[in-house]
């Protein structure tokens, strides 16, 4: 059974500091790996898919890298801004029988001005 | 081009009464999932189509909850008799075809009174 652990689970960050994401699985068994991000009270907002046979994915301040060997992803945010608060959620899209997004708890992230 | 539309966003419903969802998933998406998430916590799958076929519904529990897809575009996911536990969101996804970009809804909160 896939597992999907996000470290950590809350983040407080001055503005404009890089930070980094993480998230783990347990079955490098995956069709790709997806991010996410969830303002409060809203559905969740596609930021990155990186397909398993990929290394990274980078959209603007946005870099995700993917090392399926070692069950791991990272979601690299430069120069954080204050709009970019908010709960990222990694995903793992399992294969075998029950194709499907696995998530972990996410990481909320709040950039301070 | 519009995204996945849900509706209602929010519903308050006494315990024991029945409930729907409507989800309108992206024009050509094939394939359309039901997660339920809770607070603090990630979705989690309760049934995926592919088209109008359920292909896995093995963590839908059928004894309250019923799902259908009618021609292989809308959905609606019931709940009958609703029970306090079920309080949570609903979130509806859409996929071109199994393992590609997933979509997601903003959405509908459910309290259960």
């Known amino acids: 059974k896939q597992e999907v652990t996000q470290i950590p689970a809350a983040l407080s960050v001055p503005e404009g500091e890089n930070l980094v994401l993480n998230c783990s699985f347990t079955?490098?068994?995956?069709?790709?790996l997806q991010w996410f991000r969830q303002d409060p009270g809203k559905g969740l907002t596609s930021l990155l898919l990186?397909?398993?046979?990929?290394r990274e994915q980078t959209s603007g301040r946005l870099n995700a890298s993917l090392d399926k060997s070692s069950g791991r992803s990272t979601l690299y945010i430069a120069a954080s801004q204050p709009g970019d608060s908010a709960t990222y959620l990694c995903?793992?899209?399992?294969?075998?029988?029950?194709?499907?997004?696995?998530f972990g708890k996410g990481t909320k992230l709040t950039v301070n001005p | 081009e519009a995204g996945v539309v849900q509706s209602p966003r929010y519903k308050i419903i006494e315990k024991k009464q029945p409930v729907a969802f409507w989800c309108n998933p992206i024009?050509?998406?094939?394939?359309l999932y039901w997660y339920l998430q809770n607070l603090g916590q990630g979705p989690e799958l309760l049934i995926r189509?592919?088209?109008?076929?359920?292909?896995?519904d093995s963590q839908l529990p059928k004894d309250r909850f019923s799902a259908e897809r009618l021609k292989g575009v809308d959905s609606t996911l019931k709940i009958q008799p609703a029970e306090l536990g079920d309080s949570a969101v609903y979130l509806c996804?859409?996929?071109?075809?199994?393992?590609?970009?997933?979509?997601f809804g903003q959405g509908t909160r459910l309290t259960v009174v």
């Open positions: 189509y592919e088209n109008e076929e359920a292909v896995d």
């Open positions: 990186i397909q398993s046979s990929q």
């Open positions: 995903a793992a899209h399992t294969q075998g029988g029950s194709e499907k997004l696995v």
């Open positions: 024009s050509g998406h094939n394939t």
């Open positions: 996804a859409s996929s071109f075809a199994g393992a590609t970009e997933a979509f």
């Open positions: 079955d490098s068994a995956i069709y790709n």
